[in-house]
């Protein structure tokens, strides 16, 4: 089965770090995912630019409505991912739990699904 981690993150967190301490970080992050890579659970993982840089794109009816970031109403972001293969939830979760990133962010697991179950 396909499990999300998803590392949302504190809204501003990234911008109160140092460069230093933000690339040793990442440099954690890379490891954890050459770790996962190695026991054949990940499928893939990527760090997100900040919500600064994005945009979000609503379309109710014909007019569609588009946010450029940040956004005020945000406490927090999307800040990577990390797609695995697990057997369970359980083993999911364990994975989750060792992830540097739930250190200084939140780590939801999601099992990927179709919207309508």
Same mark, same amino acid.
């Given at each position: ?8 993150? &504190? ?10 301490? $933000? ?7 890379? *490891? ?28 109710? $009816?014909? *007019?569609?409505?588009?946010?450029? $970031? &940040? ?42 699904? &179709?919207?309508?179950?």
């Amino acid at each position: 089965m396909a499990y999300m981690l998803l590392i949302m993150e &504190p809204a501003g967190q990234r911008q109160s770090r140092s460069e230093a301490e $933000g690339r040793a970080l990442y440099e954690r992050m890379l *490891r954890y995912s050459a770790e996962l890579k190695e026991r054949g659970l990940l499928r893939m993982s990527q760090s997100l630019k900040t919500d600064s840089e994005g945009a979000r794109v609503q379309r109710r $009816g014909e *007019r569609p409505s588009i946010v450029d $970031g &940040p956004f005020a109403e945000a406490k927090e972001m999307v800040g990577g991912f990390f797609l695995l293969t697990c057997q369970t939830l359980a083993e999911a979760i364990t994975i989750a739990r060792e992830c540097p990133a739930a250190e200084w962010a939140t780590v939801e697991v999601r099992e990927l699904g &179709p919207c309508f179950e």
